[in-house]
């Protein structure tokens, strides 16, 4: 019997045939992972999430496919979606009807101005494989231009569905750019069926003042491996604020990494909602370039059964960044004995002048929180999933999207054994 | 309605109540007064069943039941309640959200309909009233960033949704204006029933003019020392809590 070598993966990927669009960037990505190999626990970064189980399975390119998505639908969105099947535009599930003139959002492939965009809009950091992966074979993903001054009132919904049989892989990828003073919501969501392999690219420009609301949510199928990238970055006064949602997925991985110009502001909080023997990894770098910029993250993670969450928070204050002020906040809620979190921030502060905070707590549900619930009647297994909900949710409750928000409660209720409560959302 | 019997209890191993004797009867207003650290909190925690203190000798009936036979949530539903002197905040958890919960797992024990979010917001629509409390608070998260008084109003909220037999009130004062005192006695008084009762807890005499007690218990170092109707109140806000201490101690006048 012969073991599969570990960059028997990126080969396979890459034997595929190469997309006709976008020749030279495709070939630089493909230079860069020649002879390269996934990152093993060996490698700084990659300590706590052993990706052997993703080298050991064969994925190929996914074919294409349809998708029902009416259970997707969010009401708000109707006339604001674009949907994407198996990495591939989905113009009979999309519609953009309620598109303001002279907002852009389209398929990369109808897209005149992408080949400007890609690779572009947001500076390069140390390039993981996927995000490589990604650039060498996508085949199609979004291009979202918003102009000048434009404020966008109704909310932008980006679907990502994967419906595989066998191992495959998907590339999506995302182009953003707002340009000076203009404001935009965005949902993206991932969701699919059967045991894939998604690897999206998310570049993003938030140009002067303008500000970029982003609802991210993995809800990816329980045998399903998702590596996101996603690079902002925030010109002066702008404001990025993201919130990302991972539910889904055996194996997930965030890596976002945002770049503050004078007086950015960005808010990056996460929620993961882990439980069986989901590992979910989010290695996030915020990097306060120029002075006066402002930085929140809250990164919660709820753990059940043998699940394992993961959480690097990486802070850089230039010494040019005066004024700083940056929080960080890791709290993290272990709901059993096998159950695992690794926490750590990493600050590297090179101004003097700066405000930075940051707070890790793991740990169970408070006793005092129980015993009051208990008090009013709730029983001992109510109290505890109800305070499992409430620890999850609160992250729920400043999502702009009203339909979204009561989904997104029904699902953690679900996933927390609250439902049995009754209708909290 | 409740019987203690030479109740005593310790936290970490302390012994924090010594033997406490007590009846109440339906109908009828208790107060418990008593310095700081006498263990008046304890007493009140210990009934409803808080899990940080250990009973170590002693007897409660509840409507003729072992009450250390119940868990702190059949307690309640049983007709037991406790608005506490630090009520706890629950992030996510809207509050109008948990009053449904908490009314309809005791309408569920008691057999009764529950109620679903339509009929709970008429019925809660008469409860805030009675406290006087804004409606955007039901919004908002269970105690999540209320000021204290706030906070005090949402016990009596939960008390007025739960209307318990034996209602047991932790320092209500504190964290109150005089005119959100007022309002919250008031509304005390009108839930209090004939076949209720109530037992006050308080440091200072002052929420004993809005609800009045005809019986007044002074609790020090984890004894009642003193017993008295209304009298004693007025006595206590005029002359402190130290004669009461010094007459009970081993050679001290009686």
Known sequence: MT???PSS???????????????????????????????????????????????????TPAPEATADISGDLLPEMVGTRQVFVNGRYAPHASCV????????????????????????????????????????????GALILVPKNLRATLPLHLLFVTRVEHPSAVFPRVLIRLEAGAELSLVEEHTGQGPYLTCPVVEIQVGEGAILRHERIQRDHATAVH??????????????????LTFGARLSRQEPSVRLAEGAEATLDGLALLGDGQVADTHSFLHHAEPHGTSHQLHTCVVDGQARAVFNGQIRVAPDAQGTDAQQK?????????????????????????????????????????????????????????????????????IPVASLRRALRRLVLARTHASALGDLA | MLSIKNLTASINGTPVLKGIDLEIKAGEIHAIMGPNGSGKST?????????????????????????????????????????????IEVPGVSNAAFLRLAYNKKAEAEGRDEL?????????????????????????????????????????????????????????????????????GDA?????????????????????????????????????????????????????????VEEAAPGGHR
């Open chain 2, 43 to 87: 007493l009140g925690k210990v009934l409803v069943g808080h899990p940080a203190y250990e009973v170590t000798g002693g007897t409660v009936t509840f409507e003729g039941k072992n009450l250390f036979d119940l868990e702190p949530d059949v307690r309640a539903r049983a007709g037991l309640f406790m608005g506490f002197q630090h009520p």
């Open chain 1, 227 to 244: 590596m996101t990238t996603l690079r902002a970055t925030v010109a002066q006064g702008g404001q990025y604020h993201s919130r990302t």
């Open chain 2, 116 to 184: 679903d979010p339509l009929e709970f917001d008429d019925f809660i629509h008469e409860k805030i009233k009675l406290v006087s409390m804004k409606e955007a608070f039901l919004d908002r998260s269970l105690n999540e960033g209320f000021s204290g008084g706030e906070k005090k109003r949402n016990e009596i909220l939960q008390m007025a949704v739960l209307e318990p037999k034996l209602a047991i009130l932790d320092e209500l004062d504190s964290g109150l204006d005089i005119d959100a005192l007022r309002v919250l």
């Open chain 1, 9 to 59: 993966l990126l080969a396979d990927l890459l034997s595929g045939p190469r997309p006709t669009e976008w020749e030279a960037p495709r070939l630089a990505a493909e230079a860069r992972l020649a002879g390269r190999e996934l990152p093993t626990p060996r490698d700084k970064g990659w300590q706590y999430t052993d990706l052997a189980s993703l080298s050991r399975t064969p994925f």
């Open chain 1, 330 to 398: 890791s709290r993290n809620l272990l709901l059993s004995g096998t159950a695992r979190v690794d926490t750590e921030p990493q600050l590297e502060i090179y101004a003097d002048d700066v405000k930075c905070t940051h707070g890790a707590a793991v740990g169970q549900l408070d006793p005092d929180e129980i015993f009051y619930l208990q008090s009013r009647g709730l029983d001992l297994e109510a109290a505890r999933n109800l305070l499992t909900y409430g620890f999850a949710a609160d992250l729920l409750e400043r």
């Open chain 2, 188 to 244: 005390v008084n009108k839930l209090m029933r004939p076949d209720h009762a109530l037992l006050v807890i308080t440091h200072f005499p002052r929420i004993l003019e809005t609800i009045r007690p005809q019986f007044v218990h002074v609790l020090s170092g984890g004894r009642i020392l003193k017993q008295g109707g209304p009298g004693l109140a007025i006595e206590l806000e005029e002359r402190g809590y130290d004669w009461v």
């Open chain 1, 97 to 140: 009807s309620a598109l303001p003139p002279g907002l852009r959002f389209l398929p990369l492939t109808l897209a005149s101005e992408a080949c400007h965009c890609l690779g572009t809009l947001a500076p390069e950091t140390a390039r993981s494989p996927f995000e490589d992966l990604n650039t060498a074979r996508f085949e199609d």
């Open chain 1, 3 to 5: 073991v599969a070598a």
